[in-house]
């Protein structure tokens, strides 16, 4: 008999015992590889949930401190409008410190709602998700709390659905009551049966093969949520496995007697170390005792260990660094604004992921252009410049054509398709990257990429070249740059939304200056800059004159108007490094670096004289237009001559203002000088003197007695600014 035959009746004679174990190997290592692969989609949806509530706990606390930032009720109301307008909150309600609301924005959802720092406020079905923050007056004293919040109902769940992947259920006061579900009604009842035995981070599994896990609620999580995937375990699995052990076990019956001492011991051996195997041992080997068809086929499990163990080994060598990457990236992406660090972490984890020896971010900027941000590796061969270098114009290019169409590529690098200013290579892959809810680049809303990415509007590129080992990029590098482009989208995104929220906090919404809680840090700002280089430093305090006859003859909206077109004269007329604020009512306060008394008197008269000598028209009672004449009165100080502080400066222009009040208005004064003290410092030729004219100039620093000639009339005042003194070079504000 040849060992094929002798191989075959062994097989039939001892295929009880391995196919037993094979079976029993194969379906126990289905449904743990189904409960695993369950268990970690449950815990990335459950951090996707938790991630977007909390994002949206952060966008309702935002916008509750913005509303909390003004102190007039007229401001708190115009900045909740303004909110729910943007779509940041669907409804903003203050209270005053005994509970009850003192304003609320029209058309929000009813109440109770969830609180974001924990819990409903009562039992039941709770419609909207709120954030609160405390209202505080200058000196700190509670005056009530601000509360944002955007309704939770089936479109909120569906967007929870799309984040996680997962079957959402919201809870309403009880494990078995439902609120709100993404759940198809067949599987309903099984998944809330199945939810009350989901504790903590628990997964249960379902009557028909669906995993159940609860989220929440937590103080970082308030909302009761039930999450569920399907398995993915084959059907039928146990049947067809039963039939054939019970195939093999009456064959092997028939012949086990005769042919097992011939072929039960290598046999044994193989299955022995199979068993070892399905243990989870790697190491497990057979011994090669012949070179026949046993020796070959022992030879080759034995290689088959070895390499999947060294697969293995391989991958959770590399879901261990993946892990470490988006762990720390995480981290960065909560802790810090810097979007330059955030990109250059997305960077070399993509890199270090995939296996790239070089990449590059690029943005989109408001030219049309992509230019470089960050770049790795592409110093010598690639690059020869700085990142920021790196420009593709939108549709140029390997790049540009990614931005533009939003389809990512890989392949081999073709010098005929790429762009004058991209990297060069052997091979690549490039992923765009888009913020959600926007537009696409030829400027449709809301548009679906080709590549099923999802909607926004294209933020840039993120591109890697030369994987290691000369092979092309394949589907999973892709899949993996996908993943870093979507943190890069929102790191992008989220820096937008804080600088616009920082912006907002800064500026008057009326006028568009800043208000008087930048006044402080800038007028501080300003004297230790005037200090440090031995400059001036003039401020103005404006007062409009008779505003509220303008409020009781034509009514508040006509003395927003006033006050906006006055704004809109001053920033006319002052140089782009000086700048304007807004203090309250009709009170304005001007800070003009590098500039003395003498130039600060020409901006005086100049502001006089673009506000008196044209009437600003406001609607009438019968809805014409109709001129007010409006006329101001300014006073001046000067740093160091009338006071050697911030707030003392600004005290004595304040007192400058009420001399012009009193002179009659319509006029400009300056501050009378300090009083000199007693004792007198030895003169150092670094600081700023005054002339005998008792205006000071700036950039006067010879040391000495006072100067005795005839006053010289003041110079005409330079296109582009005030100072009647030398203006160095300095870096401009945004307005």
């Given at each position: 008999?040849?060992?094929?035959?002798?191989?075959?009746?062994?097989?039939?004679?001892?295929?009880?015992?391995?196919?037993?174990?094979?079976?029993?190997?194969?379906?126990?290592?289905?449904?743990?590889?189904?409960?695993?692969?369950?268990?970690?989609?449950?815990?990335?949806?459950?951090?996707?949930?938790?991630?977007?509530?909390?994002?949206?706990?952060?966008?309702?606390?935002?916008?509750?401190?913005?509303?909390?930032?003004?102190?007039?009720?007229?401001?708190?109301?115009?900045?909740?409008?303004?909110?729910?307008?943007?779509?940041?909150?669907?409804?903003?309600?203050?209270?005053?410190?005994?509970?009850?609301?003192?304003?609320?924005?029209?058309?929000?959802?009813?109440?109770?709602?969830?609180?974001?720092?924990g819990g409903p406020a009562t039992a039941?079905?709770?419609?909207?998700?709120?954030?609160?923050?405390?209202?505080?007056?200058?000196?700190?004293?509670?005056?009530?709390?601000?509360?944002?919040?955007?309704?939770?109902?089936?479109?909120?769940?569906?967007?929870?659905?799309?984040?996680?992947?997962?079957?959402?259920?919201l809870l309403d006061g009880g494990p078995?009551?439902?609120?709100?579900?993404?759940?198809?009604?067949?599987?309903?009842?099984?998944?809330?049966?199945?939810?009350?035995?989901?504790?903590?981070?628990?997964?249960?599994?379902?009557?028909?093969?669906?995993?159940?896990?609860?989220?929440?609620?937590?103080?970082?999580?308030?909302?009761?949520?039930?999450?569920?995937?399907?398995?993915?375990?084959?059907?039928?699995?146990?049947?067809?496995?039963?039939?054939?052990?019970?195939?093999?076990?009456?064959?092997?019956?028939?012949?086990?007697?005769?042919?097992?001492?011939?072929?039960?011991?290598?046999?044994?051996?193989?299955?022995?170390?199979?068993?070892?195997?399905?243990?989870?041992?790697?190491?497990?080997?057979?011994?090669?005792?012949?070179?026949?068809?046993?020796?070959?086929?022992?030879?080759?499990?034995?290689?088959?260990?070895?390499?999947?163990?060294?697969?293995?080994?391989?991958?959770?060598?590399?879901?261990?660094?993946?892990?470490?990457?988006?762990?720390?990236?995480?981290?960065?992406?909560?802790?810090?604004?810097?979007?330059?660090?955030?990109?250059?972490?997305?960077?070399?984890?993509?890199?270090?992921?995939?296996?790239?020896?070089?990449?590059?971010?690029?943005?989109?900027?408001?030219?049309?252009?992509?230019?470089?941000?960050?770049?790795?590796?592409?110093?010598?061969?690639?690059?020869?410049?700085?990142?920021?270098?790196?420009?593709?114009?939108?549709?140029?290019?390997?790049?540009?054509?990614?931005?533009?169409?939003?389809?990512?590529?890989?392949?081999?690098w073709e010098p005929a398709a790429a762009?004058?200013?991209?990297?060069?290579?052997?091979?690549?892959?490039?992923?765009?990257?888009?913020?959600?809810?926007?537009?696409?680049?030829?400027?449709?809303?809301?548009?679906?990429?080709?590549?099923?990415?999802?909607?926004?509007?294209?933020?840039?590129?993120?591109?890697?070249?030369?994987?290691?080992?000369?092979?092309?990029?394949?589907?999973?590098?892709?899949?993996?740059?996908?993943?870093?482009?979507?943190?890069?989208?929102?790191?992008?995104?989220?820096?937008?939304?804080?600088?616009?929220?920082?912006?907002?906090?800064?500026?008057?919404?009326?006028?568009?200056?800043?208000?008087?809680?930048?006044?402080?840090?800038?007028?501080?700002?300003?004297?230790?800059?005037?200090?440090?280089?031995?400059?001036?430093?003039?401020?103005?305090?404006?007062?409009?004159?008779?505003?509220?006859?303008?409020?009781?003859?034509?009514?508040?909206?006509?003395?927003?108007?006033?006050?906006?077109?006055?704004?809109?004269?001053?920033?006319?007329?002052?140089?782009?490094?000086?700048?304007?604020?807004?203090?309250?009512?009709?009170?304005?306060?001007?800070?003009?670096?590098?500039?003395?008394?003498?130039?600060?008197?020409?901006?005086?008269?100049?502001?006089?004289?673009?506000?008196?000598?044209?009437?600003?028209?406001?609607?009438?009672?019968?809805?014409?237009?109709?001129?007010?004449?409006?006329?101001?009165?300014?006073?001046?100080?000067?740093?160091?001559?009338?006071?050697?502080?911030?707030?003392?400066?600004?005290?004595?222009?304040?007192?400058?203002?009420?001399?012009?009040?009193?002179?009659?208005?319509?006029?400009?004064?300056?501050?009378?000088?300090?009083?000199?003290?007693?004792?007198?410092?030895?003169?150092?030729?670094?600081?700023?003197?005054?002339?005998?004219?008792?205006?000071?100039?700036?950039?006067?620093?010879?040391?000495?007695?006072?100067?005795?000639?005839?006053?010289?009339?003041?110079?005409?005042?330079?296109?582009?600014?005030?100072?009647?003194?030398?203006?160095?070079?300095?870096?401009?504000?945004?307005?």
């Amino acid at each position: 008999m040849t060992l094929r035959g002798r191989l075959t009746a062994a097989f039939l004679a001892v295929v009880l015992g391995p196919v037993l174990l094979g079976a029993f190997f194969i379906g126990s290592t289905l449904t743990a590889l189904d409960r695993s692969r369950a268990t970690e989609r449950l815990g990335l949806a459950a951090a996707a949930a938790r991630t977007s509530v909390d994002a949206l706990c952060q966008q309702l606390r935002a916008a509750a401190d913005a509303v909390a930032l003004h102190a007039d009720p007229a401001g708190r109301s115009a900045a909740a409008e303004q909110l729910v307008g943007r779509g940041l909150a669907a409804a903003v309600t203050v209270t005053d410190g005994t509970g009850r609301t003192t304003y609320a924005t029209a058309g929000g959802p009813a109440a109770p709602w969830w609180d974001c720092s924990g819990g409903p406020a009562t039992a039941g079905a709770v419609p909207a998700l709120a954030a609160r923050v405390e209202l505080r007056d200058r000196a700190g004293v509670g005056l009530g709390t601000v509360a944002a919040a955007q309704p939770v109902d089936a479109g909120f769940l569906a967007r929870l659905r799309a984040a996680t992947g997962a079957g959402v259920t919201l809870l309403d006061g009880g494990p078995d009551r439902v609120a709100q579900t993404t759940e198809p009604t067949d599987v309903r009842d099984a998944v809330l049966a199945a939810a009350p035995a989901t504790v903590g981070d628990r997964v249960v599994e379902t009557t028909d093969g669906r995993y159940v896990r609860r989220v929440g609620p937590s103080p970082d999580q308030p909302l009761p949520l039930v999450l569920s995937v399907p398995g993915e375990r084959p059907p039928g699995r146990w049947p067809a496995l039963a039939g054939a052990v019970l195939l093999a076990a009456l064959l092997a019956v028939l012949v086990a007697g005769r042919l097992a001492r011939v072929t039960t011991r290598p046999l044994v051996e193989l299955a022995g170390a199979v068993d070892r195997v399905a243990r989870g041992d790697l190491t497990a080997r057979v011994p090669v005792r012949t070179r026949d068809e046993l020796g070959r086929l022992a030879g080759a499990f034995n290689r088959m260990a070895r390499e999947t163990g060294t697969y293995v080994a391989a991958l959770t060598s590399s879901r261990d660094q993946l892990r470490g990457h988006l762990g720390v990236l995480g981290d960065t992406l909560a802790s810090t604004h810097d979007l330059q660090r955030i990109l250059r972490l997305i960077l070399h984890s993509a890199i270090a992921t995939t296996g790239a020896r070089a990449g590059a971010v690029l943005l989109l900027d408001g030219g049309g252009e992509l230019v470089g941000q960050c770049a790795e590796g592409l110093d010598g061969r690639w690059l020869r410049a700085e990142p920021a270098a790196l420009r593709v114009p939108l549709g140029a290019g390997v790049l540009g054509a990614v931005a533009a169409t939003g389809v990512p590529r890989r392949g081999r690098w073709e010098p005929a398709a790429a762009s004058a200013g991209e990297p060069r290579c052997e091979t690549y892959v490039a992923v765009p990257f888009a913020a959600p809810g926007g537009t696409d680049p030829v400027g449709r809303v809301g548009a679906e990429p080709p590549d099923g990415g999802g909607p926004g509007a294209a933020l840039g590129v993120l591109a890697l070249y030369d994987r290691l080992g000369g092979e092309e990029f394949d589907d999973d590098d892709l899949g993996t740059l996908r993943t870093f482009a979507g943190h890069a989208a929102v790191a992008v995104d989220n820096v937008r939304v804080h600088e616009e929220a920082q912006r907002l906090s800064l500026t008057d919404p009326l006028t568009g200056l800043w208000n008087r809680r930048y006044l402080r840090e800038s007028l501080r700002r300003e004297v230790e800059r005037a200090s440090r280089f031995g400059r001036m430093l003039s401020v103005l305090a404006l007062d409009l004159d008779r505003f509220k006859e303008v409020n009781d003859t034509w009514g508040h909206a006509a003395g927003d108007t006033v006050l906006a077109e006055f704004a809109r004269r001053v920033r006319g007329e002052i140089r782009e490094v000086d700048l304007a604020f807004r203090q309250g009512g009709e009170e304005f306060v001007l800070l003009l670096p590098e500039t003395d008394a003498r130039g600060a008197a020409i901006v005086a008269e100049r502001l006089g004289a673009v506000v008196r000598d044209s009437p600003i028209p406001v609607d009438g009672q019968s809805g014409a237009p109709v001129p007010v004449r409006v006329t101001v009165s300014i006073g001046i100080a000067v740093y160091p001559d009338h006071a050697t502080t911030g707030q003392r400066v600004l005290d004595a222009a304040d007192d400058a203002l009420y001399a012009a009040k009193a002179a009659g208005r319509d006029t400009y004064r300056v501050a009378e000088p300090r009083p000199r003290p007693l004792t007198e410092e030895i003169a150092v030729p670094a600081g700023a003197a005054s002339p005998a004219d008792g205006l000071p100039r700036a950039g006067a620093a010879e040391p000495g007695p006072a100067r005795t000639d005839p006053v010289r009339p003041a110079p005409a005042p330079s296109p582009g600014g005030a100072s009647s003194g030398p203006h160095p070079p300095r870096q401009s504000r945004g307005r």
